[in-house]
């Protein structure tokens, strides 16, 4: 059982507009809900308000679970070892520094005839020799005499290794999209009326969000769901009779169009196109009961 939960002002806006008794109803139950997990008995606008608030409830306790198992491990502490001592060298311990080798008998018999052909370099004085590319110069070796005459190379070419290079990122690769987040009581009401004014053009749009419409709404969410609230008013707007192709030019409101026997007769194709036959005539008057229509449309 948990201590507490979240209570979003969603939930309070919604809530509100209830009667006592279905109001005291739904506050148990988010409360119930929401601290023992345990979902009570409802019916009515209670269990409508509740199919409605669970899923955000659902989302804040798996947060909470998540964080229950714990984070990342801790790191080890920097200070722990901070106590151990390095070993110190024996004051006592005598070391011995290597002496150079002296050799007084050096050669000084340094050969100054080196020969040196200027002649055959580049073209300088005719000649057709080449100069040395940059790759024959780096691979020359330099040679220093050593006391006892030998000849040993001051340094020796290095090359760069071959680095590869990484493979670009692929940025068109798809990426996973982020969750989603479910979306609040408010803004799933406020999604119904945004999706009629844009999908019924032809009928009157709706302006204020009043009261009985917030609760009309919401008791049509919590029994079909959003995607069938929308399917009612996809076909609101492919009907013509609802469009004001009628004898009367009446039109459907979103008021009409939301109360519970109008959005069953919706659903049930009752104002659907009527579908072509032979005849020449057309019908633009309201029709009768027998033909599948109600006379009482404009209540």
Known sequence: MRDSYIFYASFYEAIKELNSDDRLTVYDAINEYSLTGAMPELTGIPKAMMT?????????????????????????????????????????????????????????????????????????????????????????????IDPDGSTTPKFEPEKAPLIAAAPPANEDEPKD?????????????????????????????????????????????????????????????????????????????????????NFTKIRENTYDNAQPTNTKTSRTSVPSTSDGYSTDLPD
């Open 52 to 144: 409605l608030i669970k899923p955000q409830i659902d989302a804040n306790n798996r947060r909470f679970e998540n964080g229950q198992r714990g984070g990342r491990p801790k790191k080890d502490d920097p200070t722990e070892n901070l106590n151990q001592t390095k070993p110190e060298p024996n004051p006592n311990q005598t070391l011995t520094k290597p002496e150079p080798n002296v050799n007084d008998n050096v050669n000084d018999n340094v050969n100054d005839n080196v020969n040196v052909n200027v002649g055959g370099v580049g073209g300088i004085d005719g000649g057709d020799a080449a100069l040395p590319s940059p790759s024959e110069i780096l691979e020359v070796e330099v040679l220093e």
């Open 177 to 261: 999209p982020p969750p989603k987040t479910p979306k609040t009581l408010a803004e799933r009401v406020q999604g119904v009326v945004d999706y009629f004014n844009k999908t019924c053009t032809a009928l009157p749009k709706v302006k204020e969000l009043t009261d009985p419409r917030k609760k009309a709404i919401v008791a049509r969410l919590g029994k079909y769901g959003s995607d069938q609230v929308k399917e009612v008013i996809d076909k609101t707007a492919a009907s013509e009779f609802l469009n004001g192709a009628n004898d009367q030019g009446w039109k459907a409101s979103f008021d009409w169009i939301i109360k519970p026997a």
